[in-house]
């Protein structure tokens, strides 16, 4: 087993070391000690609008449920997993229960995870207690909701949602205010993508603005602009008519906090838009914050916002990523558009049309990237040389009250990703209790 | 030539010219599978959609999320980037081969804003980035058939596993 000094070594502060994207016995680690701890996003609560509504997933690669309480209406989330022999109970992708049923042998739940039922229950001992939360569907030890997005914990122990998250939750308040009911929906569908690679290369790529022009080069035409964004009438500029990257890139700037979140500032459409469906867009804002806020509200300071480990939000085209890291080469990520609630639904058809365009595993954006990772997982193979250097304006980040700031194409949101990497790994803990007994 | 002798929803139709069709949709299939993406938009209306839902049964491209939902514009913008240079993840290019089988074809219902429907069981076998990767389906033809020419109105792919997680699609199928 990797010893805390060995796993400090292959963190330095302007890179890391090969065997973080290649060796198996880390990934588990990660697993372990990053996903085993930090707040992870499980969905949004608009998935499961009825009681009794669910939906799978998993999280550190176990079986989770995610479903409102037929008793309450709470979202709960629980382990997916039978409270008898083990099998994982809900087999469905979502859908509606009165009760869990396990295929096996019959044991039921109910949509907090209790045991409810015992088929010839006598057949077991006096002193069988159903009520003992083991023989359920045993809840997550920390599960939080802000603004509709709920995160849980596999560790009992931990900083709560909101100072985990700390600035963060800013971008959560900026996509809800997007919304003229001041609520958002997560209803549009989802693309589902792998790939042969490791998950930090996902998390990696979200605030890196250094790749467009290069990796995304054939989206470009000869003038340098990328098609007609969502709502706006030209397409965004990736390099000069020579086919130089431009420098909004390094002026748009880039955040990055505690706990390895942090986010991009945003791209130059961003906040504008035109034609009759944008029209009728900003009426309704306007209607919730009146012009002037609606302006603000509109002007979003941030493209993509990284909740590390495992979710993303982006502003543009509003889409909430989700990252699943499978196997050390291997990961699957999940996009769910936003809609936003009392916008014009003809509003909402062009985050989803985009979001096609841009995330789907057919887009003509991120296909390029993936294979980016999956060359990243084959390269790192070599032995010629050892570390991954993250060192693009290392030393000239401005520390700020919230965390630091860097030009947009530096690599500080990595370095900022793998401080928090080696805080985490490095601190053996010992299991939690939900974990142990 | 032979009819149609099986529609589940449509009264059978004679006197369809089986065979045109057939080869016409053959046509439609090797020219992804040679890659001549050009002459393939060509077969497809100025109003057409080419449509690869992402859900079994998806009801609308426009509400729910799709693999791909392309019109005439969209499907010229994918081929440009298919030709373009830096095109990395088509590197080396993806060689793909289509089987197409079970093929049926009703006319379409007065009013319907093309004229036959034709559906086929897709194979199709794609070689990409050094892996082999089978994907099953069934096409949708909606196909006009004017001036003695047949063109596609809209293409769906019903894939069978269209809501599983996928490597990278790069070529249409």
């Not at chain 1, 699943?324 to 916008?343: C, F, H, M, Q």
Request: charged share 25%; net charge negative; glycine share 8%.
């Amino acid at each position: 087993m990797l010893s805390t000094t060995e796993l400090q070594g292959l963190v330095k502060p302007d890179r890391v070391h090969r065997r973080l994207y290649q060796d198996p016995e880390i990934f588990e680690l990660e697993m372990e000690r990053i996903f085993g701890r930090a707040w992870l996003y499980v969905g949004h609560e608009s998935q499961v609008p009825e009681k009794g509504d669910f939906i799978t997933t998993d999280l550190a690669r176990q079986p989770v449920v995610m479903v409102r309480d037929r008793a309450d209406g709470e979202v709960h989330v629980l382990y997916n997993r039978c409270g008898h022999r083990g099998a994982v109970v809900c087999n469905q992708p979502c859908g509606n229960v009165r009760l869990f049923r396990c295929c096996y042998h019959g044991w039921s739940f109910k949509t907090s995870g209790k045991l409810a039922a015992v088929p010839l229950e006598a057949g077991y001992g006096e002193d069988f207690d159903k009520t003992d939360p083991q023989f359920g569907m045993v809840p997550l030890p920390r599960v939080a909701n802000y603004g509709g997005f709920i995160f849980a914990s596999l560790s009992d122990s931990g900083p709560d949602l909101k100072t985990y998250l700390g600035p963060m939750l800013r971008t959560i308040d900026d996509i809800l205010n997007l919304a003229p009911d001041g609520e958002v929906q997560v209803s549009g569908g989802v693309h589902r993508y792998v790939f042969d690679g490791n998950w930090k290369a996902q998390v990696e790529n979200i605030n890196d603005l250094y790749h467009p022009p290069f990796s995304h080069a054939s989206t470009t035409k000869e003038d340098g602009r990328q098609f007609q964004r969502q709502g706006s009438n030209t397409g965004a500029q990736l390099t000069d008519e020579d086919g130089n990257p431009i420098s909004f890139w390094d002026e748009t700037g880039i955040r990055a906090f505690d706990n390895g979140h942090g986010y991009c500032g945003k791209l130059p459409d961003s906040g504008s838009g035109s034609g009759p469906v944008f029209e009728a867009y900003l009426k309704a804002l306007e209607g919730r914050h009146g012009p002037e806020r609606a302006k603000e509200v509109l002007d979003v300071p941030w493209h993509n916002a990284i909740f590390y480990p495992n979710l993303c939000i982006q502003s543009m085209a509003q889409h909430i990523r989700v990252i699943r890291p499978i196997s050390v080469d291997r990961t699957e990520v999940n996009v769910y558009p936003i809609l936003l609630k009392g916008a014009p639904q003809e509003y909402n058809q062009q985050i989803i049309r985009y979001l096609n365009i841009t995330h789907a595993p057919a887009s003509l954006i991120q296909t390029d990237d993936l294979e980016a990772f999956r060359r990243i997982q084959s390269g790192l193979k070599t032995q010629g040389a050892e570390w991954v250097m993250l060192a693009r304006y290392f030393g000239k980040d401005v520390p700020t009250d919230e965390g630091q700031k860097g030009m947009g194409t530096s690599e500080l949101e990595m370095r900022n990703q793998y401080k928090a990497w080696a805080d985490y790994m490095t601190q053996p803990q010992p299991r939690s209790n939900s974990h142990a007994s | 030539m032979q009819a149609s002798t099986y529609t589940a929803n449509q009264p059978v139709v004679e006197n369809l010219d089986h065979e045109r069709i057939q080869k016409f949709v053959y046509h439609e299939s090797r020219l992804l599978d040679e890659r001549r993406f050009e002459e393939w938009i060509e077969l497809f209306d100025d109003d057409a959609t080419y449509w690869v839902p992402a859900q079994i049964d998806q009801q609308s491209p426009l509400n729910q999320l799709s693999i791909f939902y392309d019109d005439k514009e969209l499907m010229q913008t994918r081929i440009a980037r298919l030709r373009h240079e830096r095109i990395h993840v088509d590197d080396p290019q993806t060689r793909s081969v289509r089987m197409l089988s079970n093929l049926e074809i009703e006319s379409a219902e007065p009013g319907a804003g093309y004229d036959l429907r034709a559906r086929a069981v897709l194979c199709a076998i794609v070689f990409f980035q050094q892996k082999q990767y089978i994907y099953g389906g069934r096409c949708e033809y909606q196909l006009r058939d004017r001036n003695n020419a047949l063109s596609i109105y809209c293409k769906r792919v019903n894939l069978i596993n269209c809501d599983s997680a996928f490597h990278p699609l790069v070529v249409p199928f």
